[in-house]
């Protein structure tokens, strides 16, 4: 099972892209809510992590991972390659099921990078995974989407498409994403070659690759070949993707199959076990850190055992459920403790670490959606998240893409980086000059330092409406989500496509007419 519905999931041919980051326009677009010119480069924090655990608790939780690893084990289903190389590794292997040895898992991942650079064809877009940065991409894998024109409905190549341009024009979003929506009027079969194209043709950020079967991954690396070139890709990492443990404690063969090509290619896994919590995992929040640990390190270091060195996340995607309907919960306390707790775990085995996003269970995007998907992106970067996936746009628990939410997110987005900048402790920063200036019983609106720093001094929301309750009715009443519409529409109405040799783009363009003519459509 994945994320939601669906389980999908110096380069050559760039160059400088329309509005690259830098300097005082770069700054200019932090605080006035990320418009579609100058983009933002991926978030250095300068705050704090938040973190809820102890080291007895940290190590009481080791060890009881231990105790599941060794003692309960994990399948690794219909993979036998898999299972070889578990017994080689010294693992005790009974039938599908994988006993580890204490200490085998931890040993394995030593080889695994904690920092790493994703590289986008744009080599200004490229960004760094691990440490102090925090790289946002968009939202993954729904099904359906809620219109322009308030329509909830399959989603379709198009508006994939759309997803992909207002992320690359939203200068908070530092990464394309993967399955910004299933574009469910392709076959199933072909489909991902549609995808990854278009985050190759109408962006130049970052993008994930295709895990819905090995073959499919394949065809993601043999694309991001022709972009970068064969040497390029083997020695260096252009490919972040999503590989699910089916959980409770089981690798399927899908997932793994996609894991042994990306690791093979020296491309990024995210391993992450899919948990709503009193379902998939035990109801305590102890408990469900155990099995996740337990479940990252089997799936992480086995990509050790396909190829030392090649990057991989510790991932987590950890939700309540309403134990009335047993449908998923989103923005409560404990999924909030469990990804501040796995990212503690994460940073002790060194790795780095994927959770959150701007999650919510609300049907549309209302004061729920924004309450949920607050709480969430809260606890991300709180906890020191590397890669967030669902940054922008998740609804409806992951069924739907909305395009309103969407521009609403990455407006929260643009006041995260803002806040994870910490706070400006230079001559202009400590505004000496300008208390000395005003001095007591003035004001500070007239003086030289406010002059000099009005334009940037406060983030600019370009979703929120500020202005007097006589204003906003002179402008029509508009509700949040009616802004984010017509911001939304006139973002599509501006799009300019990022530059793309054109040699590279026919080259794609033959590989994806060949590898369709192959087969014959399929929808399941």
């Not at 599941?68 to 993979?79: A, K, Q």
């Not at 759309?162 to 489909?191: Q, W």
């Amino acid at each position: 099972m994945s994320d939601n519905a669906s389980v999908e999931q110096e380069a050559s041919g760039g160059r400088r892209g329309r509005g690259a980051s830098g300097g005082a326009a770069a700054r200019r677009a932090a605080r006035a809510g990320g418009g579609p010119g100058t983009q933002l480069t991926y978030i250095k924090r300068k705050i704090n992590v938040y973190e809820v655990l102890n080291e007895e608790g940290l190590s009481l939780i080791e060890k009881n991972t231990d105790t599941v690893l060794e003692e309960i084990g994990i399948i690794f289903r219909d993979d036998a390659e898999a299972l070889a190389l578990w017994k080689e590794a010294g693992a005790d292997v009974k039938g599908e099921r994988v006993h580890f040895p204490k200490g085998l898992c931890r040993s394995l991942l030593k080889t695994a990078p904690s920092i790493y650079t994703q590289h986008a064809r744009n080599p200004e877009r490229s960004v760094q995974i691990g440490g102090n940065a925090t790289v946002f991409a968009p939202v993954y894998g729904p099904p359906f989407v809620r219109d322009l024109d308030g329509n909830r409905r399959y989603a379709t190549l198009e508006d994939f498409q759309n997803f992909v341009k207002l992320a690359y024009m939203a200068p908070s979003i530092h990464h394309s994403g993967g399955t910004v929506c299933e574009p469910v009027d392709v076959p199933v079969n072909k489909r991902h070659l549609d995808m990854v194209y278009s985050h190759i043709r109408y962006s130049d950020k970052p993008f994930m690759g295709s895990v819905t079967a090995p073959e499919r991954a394949e065809d993601t690396v043999a694309m991001a070949k022709i972009v970068f070139g064969d040497d390029f890709v083997e020695n260096n990492t252009v490919l972040t993707s999503l590989i699910n443990a089916n959980s409770p404690m089981v690798f399927d063969e899908t997932m793994l199959g996609a894991a042994k090509v990306y690791a093979r290619h020296n491309q990024a896994c995210i391993v992450t076990p899919f948990i709503l919590a009193g379902a998939m995992s035990p109801v305590t929040v102890a408990g469900t850190l155990t099995q996740i640990l337990a479940e990252v390190l089997a799936g992480a270091s086995f990509t050790q055992l396909i190829r030392p060195g090649a990057p991989v996340l510790f991932g987590t995607f950890a939700s309540s459920i309403s134990m009335q309907s047993g449908a998923p919960t989103f923005g409560t306390p404990e999924p909030s403790l469990v990804s501040y707790g796995a990212a503690q775990l994460a940073r002790r085995l060194g790795l780095p670490f994927r959770t959150g996003g701007s999650l919510c269970a609300s049907k549309v995007p209302d004061a729920q959606a924004a309450y949920e998907s607050a709480n969430t992106l809260n606890s991300t970067i709180l906890a020191g998240t590397n890669f967030v996936l669902h940054s922008a746009g998740w609804l409806e628990g992951g069924l739907a893409s909305c395009y309103e939410k969407f521009m609403m997110d990455i407006d929260q987005l643009g006041m995260t980086q803002k806040f994870s900048e910490g706070v400006d402790l230079s001559e202009n920063g400590q505004a000496m000059d300008a208390i000395r200036q005003v001095g007591p019983g003035s004001h500070y609106l007239g003086c030289d330092h406010t002059q000099a720093n009005f334009q940037t001094a406060f983030y600019r929301s370009n979703i929120a409406d500020n202005n007097s309750y006589e204003q906003w009715l002179a402008e029509g009443e508009k509700t949040a989500p009616q802004r984010a519409n017509e911001l939304a529409r006139r973002w599509l109405e501006s799009y300019e496509a990022p530059h793309l040799d054109p040699a590279i783009d026919e080259a794609l363009k033959d590989f994806i007419a060949s590898k369709k003519a192959s087969m014959a459509d399929a929808f399941t």
